[in-house]
């Protein structure tokens, strides 16, 4: 008898980004002072309005199992929530609250796609959509984003990539890794495609309160009645609210893909943490959440300006502003073909092994958002931090060299 492992576990590919921020973490641990921009969660800690709610929750003996779709208080504050940012009018029915906002985007993919249907993706994009379709027997269909655009994919990319097998579309705005958004035009066209070829779209929102400049944030499913019947919108506590190890996510969509993603939920994860629930009730419904959120946001804002000037002053690198969310693609393929020693730099993944063994800073790099030529860096860290990462990636490059 053959003790063959799951061959739909074996083929997942480990997230790199989390591999990689293990990596720096085993080098801080023996000694090396390593400075990551590897990070995807607030450096804050959750305001204390919030974890006060926690302690008046354990307090009230909130510490039993809630129904699989998350208690009534919460789904009703998330329908609040998304009628007061979003236009969205959706009952509790409608909700549902998972164990991060990532089991709600693979419940709502489990929920609506079939063996051998398509998923399309723009990229740059976030490093688990991809595996999440493969696990659920999709087929991840990337179309690639156009830097000069500035990464955000319009109907008229999309439209060639649509085929009959076409069951839904991903759209992260705004934008891991890189910090895009999509506009209303931009949003009311791929809207009409979807209607017009029939398929959904996973709306991924979790930054939606990370914008700057002026920016506004559109949810797809407010542009009409029947992108709202088409769409499932995906969301969350932990980067407005920072809340990451709380890890409450949520969906709203149409009430037949919302029981088919409770369906599975109350198989596979039951439901999710009562004091977490209640602690996310509060952070959605109490008046302190705005200025919380503005504080973070702002001192997002500043990072953001400083790292993006600081990296276009270091002579073959560069990039654009990012609109939204805390993190920049740094573009270094104005250094593709150095040699740090021995070794020359031919990809993104090289640069970022070599930066980290001889520079002790930590990135990502942009293969692993099916982009390649760039690195991700997040800006969730201190002022003194990003000055201490830049000035070793400033050294870094400048003793990089040219071989004929």
Known sequence: MSLELSRV????????T????????????????????CAGEPDFITPQYIRTSAHEALD???????PSSGTIELRRAICRKLARDNDLVYTPAQVIVSNGAKFSLFAALAAVVNPGDEVIIPTPCWVSYPEMVRIVGGVPVLV???????FVTEASDLAPYVTDKTKALILNTPNNPNGCIWNRK????????????????????IYEKLIYDGEEHVSIASLGQDIYNQTIVVNGVSKAYAMTGWRIGY????????????SLQSQVASGSNAIAQYAATEALSSPKGAAEIERMRSAYDERRWHIVHRINAIPGLHCVMPKG????????SGILGKYCGEVQINDSM???ELLLENANVATVPGSAFCTEGFIRMSYATSMENIDRGLDRITGFVSALEDRI
């Not at 576990?9 to 790199?16: D, K």
């Not at 690639?144 to 500035?150: A, F, L, M, T």
């Not at 931009?186 to 929102?205: H, M």
């Open 9 to 16: 576990c074996s083929a997942i590919s480990p997230s790199p």
């Open 18 to 37: 989390l591999a990689i921020d293990a990596k720096a973490k085993e080098m801080r641990q023996s000694g090396r002072d390593v400075v990551s921009f």
């Open 60 to 66: 009230m003996g909130l510490t039993k199992y809630t």
């Open 144 to 150: 690639e984003g156009d830097k000069r655009k500035g």
């Open 186 to 205: 931009q949003l009311t066209e791929i809207a009409q495609l979807a209607i017009e070829k029939g398929f959904y779209v996973i709306s991924d929102e």
């Open 251 to 262: 969906a709203a969509g149409p009430l037949n893909v919302i029981k088919a993603m409770n």
């Open 325 to 332: 969310a805390f993190y920049v693609m740094m573009d270094i």
């Open 350 to 352: 090289k640069f970022a």
